[in-house]
């Protein structure tokens, strides 16, 4: 069974600054990762998403993640973040053990500093 | 495009009343549907899914369940309400046969007293 470990519960960053979201998994086949978006009482908006191919995936919004096979990661990274950034990110794995079911990490709570 | 909607938006319910949460999708036909509910502090949990009318497989039991009268029609009900239904319930779907992106809708927040 596929697993999700998103660290650190709450990310606080300034305005302009890196934003970085890690987050590592395990599967025993090949996996489709993606990252989703969370607004206060909103529904999930996917980000972006690994399936196959280059591993370096860009998404909506400036967001892009990079799989990392060897590092069983897929770390969400934004060069400079805006206000309009704070949310609630969640990472999750599919895979085909598990019927591309998505599991999904706890989720990180990003506020941004003005 | 399709489209997924969610109702009501909002419910407060009383310990031991009944529940009806409707999903219905636009834009596609014989999607792949789910429910998920997101209890304070926690992640989504999976509740059901299901792959075709009459089709459901629950993934935690509990005293809850789903149906899909229609293809494009997911319900979450309950006979009896507890405190701990409490959450944000979602709905998902994915395009048939494809594996990868589940959309979802707008969500529904349950609170039970």
Redesign the interface.
């Given at each position: 069974a596929q697993s999700v470990t998103q660290l650190g519960s709450h990310v606080s960053v300034s305005e302009g600054a890196l934003v970085l979201l890690r987050c590592n998994y395990s599967s025993s086949v090949p996996p489709?990762l993606?990252w989703?978006v969370q607004y206060p009482?909103?529904?999930?908006?996917?980000l972006l998403?690994y399936?196959t191919g280059a591993t370096l995936v860009k998404g909506i919004n400036g967001f892009e993640a990079e799989f990392k096979k060897s590092e069983t990661s897929f770390h969400l990274t934004k060069p400079s973040a805006h206000m309009s950034d704070a949310a609630e990110y969640?990472c999750a794995v599919?895979d085909?053990s598990n019927d591309?079911?998505?599991s999904?990490?706890?989720?990180t709570t990003v506020t941004v500093r003005a | 495009s399709q489209t997924i909607h969610?109702w009501p938006a909002t419910l407060v319910q009383p310990v031991g009343s009944p529940l009806s949460l409707e999903c219905t999708v636009e834009g596609t036909s014989n999607p792949n549907l789910?429910w998920y509910r997101q209890a304070a502090g926690?992640?989504?949990q999976?509740l059901f899914?299901s792959v075709g009318i009459g089709q459901i497989s629950s993934?935690v039991p509990q005293n809850l369940s789903a149906s899909r009268p229609q293809d494009r029609q997911f319900i979450l009900s309950s006979k009896k309400l507890l405190l701990s239904d409490s959450g944000?319930y979602?709905c998902?779907w994915r395009f048939e046969g494809l594996?990868?992106?589940?959309?979802?809708?707008?969500?529904t927040?349950l609170t039970v007293l």
């Open positions: 489709y993606f989703y009482n909103q529904g999930l908006q996917l998403k399936t969640f599919s085909l591309y079911k998505l999904f990490g706890a989720g | 969610q789910y926690r992640g989504l999976l899914y993934e944000f979602l998902a594996t990868d992106t589940q959309y979802f809708g707008p969500g927040r």
